[in-house]
């Protein structure tokens, strides 16, 4: 059993209990960011050709544009939280040459279609129900994000979602689509 199928299992026990329980687990996972660094910094993402809600989707098809790449499931409640911000930021740069890419873990089409009927993405969303990609990547919990320069190389990963990651995020996003070369 993968980490993700444990971590929804877990999720799906906490929400039949009623009371504090969700709300304290939902707060703890939005405050804790854990810096995962699977990926060496500077090193080129892996390329990687996934279906699409609207389109294939190959990662190296973004080359010549800053790509902030999210791994998000339907169940994760900072995923929820972080689709406003993302879309806030491809209406804010995508002018600049700059995508946000994400990709959902779900193995049931029917969950990632619910969310976004909630939840609109205005920005590319592949579909990895295997988690070969999410492996590939080394992600370790949810949502994962990425920042990918123009050359293809990552500047950070990041694990969770939370004012620090937004800011930071952010920040790296604006020195990135300011250094066109």
């Not at 294939?56 to 098809?61: C, E, F």
């Not at 920005?123 to 295997?130: E, H, M, Q, R, S």
Request: hydrophobic share 45%; with cysteine; aromatic share 10%.
């Amino acid at each position: 059993m993968n980490i993700q199928t444990l971590t929804k299992l877990f999720l799906q026990k906490i929400t039949q209990t009623r009371g504090i329980v969700l709300p304290l687990v939902s707060l703890l996972t939005a405050l804790i960011a854990v810096p995962v660094f699977a990926l060496d910094v500077g090193k080129a993402a892996p390329d990687f050709n996934l279906p699409g809600i609207n389109r294939p989707i190959q990662l190296s098809d973004y080359k010549g544009k800053v790509v902030y790449l999210d791994f998000w499931a339907s169940w994760c409640g900072p995923c929820k939280q972080s689709f406003p911000w993302m879309n806030a930021l491809q209406e804010k740069y995508g002018e600049k040459d700059f995508k946000v890419v994400a990709i959902n873990l779900d193995v049931n089409t029917e969950d990632w279609k619910k969310f976004l009927e909630t939840v609109p993405a205005n920005f590319d969303i592949a579909l990895d129900p295997k988690g070969l990609i999410a492996k590939q990547f080394g992600v370790k919990g949810m949502p994962t994000s990425l920042i990918i320069d123009r050359e293809g190389k990552v500047h950070v990963q990041h694990a969770g979602y939370n004012d620090f990651t937004k800011a930071k995020s952010e920040q790296i996003l604006q020195n990135l689509l300011g250094a066109k070369k």
